[in-house]
């Protein structure tokens, strides 16, 4: 990557929040279906940080992200993306903020089979009427090492370069932040771990932010900050995992569970 522009991105990064939520509430169903998959959660998403975010099985992990991505709406509480406040928007001004400041990568990587690479980065750009910024969309290419494979459709690309297409195509858009929902649940651990350092080096070399759901102590140890979640609140924070710390932290926190 040219290091002088790469430098002049990483100088636009401000410090801050990049996403908060302040006593962040979702209930599902009601009666005897009631579920408080949230419960009043406060939590800080640092500008230009790689955050991980993990718990249980049913800890409330995606219904944070979605919640805080403008995908699912709050019951009560405030969710903020920058200086927008997610409570009270509809859901044409939800797709807005989405489409505008917000990157996506799932862990299925959600391609379309009949574009090349390259178009798939573009696709949702294209959607909102954007155009790419060249030099932004190089920078992206080179770091996620897919510049001689842009004109190749996905059927050519192996499952790890398919995850690299998708991360650039969430980045693309230079978005506020990137949510990463278990992006490396379908690939082999060499693969991931490609994709984990592609994620980090957004954050480090391009002055992205990421967060990222994962249950893999590995996984979240490529984070800055690993928050833990656990019946819907949240139970901890560590800052420099290792994936001993994490691995540690999990089962302290399983054997409370037991003996509670
Ligand atoms: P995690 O991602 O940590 O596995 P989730 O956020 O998926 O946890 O779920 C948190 C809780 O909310 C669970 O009890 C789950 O069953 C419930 N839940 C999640 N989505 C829905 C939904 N659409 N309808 C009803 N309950 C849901």
Request: glycine share 12%; net charge neutral; with cysteine.
């Given at each position: ?36 998959a949230?419960?009043?959660?406060t939590v800080?998403?640092?500008r230009?940080?790689?955050?991980a ?7 409330g ?8 991505a ?18 009270g ?8 903020l ?13 391609l ?38 842009l004109?190749?459709?996905p ?19 230079r978005p506020?932040i990137?949510?990463?929902?278990e ?13 984990l350092?592609?994620?980090r080096?957004s ?43 994490v ?14």
């Open positions: 990557m040219p290091q002088s522009a790469a430098a002049t991105h990483r100088l636009g990064a401000s410090s801050g929040a990049a996403a908060r939520a302040a006593g962040l509430t979702k209930v599902y169903g009601q009666g005897e279906t009631r579920v408080v949230l419960d009043s959660v800080e998403f640092g230009g940080r790689f955050t975010i993990m718990g249980p099985s049913g800890s992990k995606s219904t944070l992200m979605h919640c805080m403008g995908l699912d709406a709050i019951s009560g509480g405030s969710a903020r993306v920058g200086d927008t406040e997610l409570s928007l509809n859901d044409r001004q939800l797709t807005q989405r489409r505008e400041k917000i990157g996506f990568v799932f862990q299925a990587f959600n379309l089979p009949t574009l090349n690479a390259l178009e798939n980065i573009t696709l949702p750009m294209d959607i909102a009427g954007r155009t790419p910024d060249p030099e932004w969309l190089e920078l992206i290419v080179g770091t996620v090492g897919l510049a001689g494979r004109r190749h459709r059927s050519q690309l192996s499952g790890g370069q398919q995850q690299r297409v998708a991360v650039a195509r969430a980045l693309a858009g506020e990137v949510f990463a929902d992006p490396t649940g379908n690939l082999d651990s060499r693969s991931g771990a490609e994709v350092g592609f994620l080096d954050v480090r070399e391009l002055g992205q932010t990421v967060v990222m759901v994962t249950h893999d102590p590995v996984a979240a140890s490529y984070a800055d900050r690993v928050v833990f979640l656990a019946d819907g609140r949240v139970t901890g924070d560590l800052t420099a995992p290792t994936p001993e710390a691995l540690d932290r999990v089962r302290r926190f399983d054997a409370k569970g037991r003996t509670s």
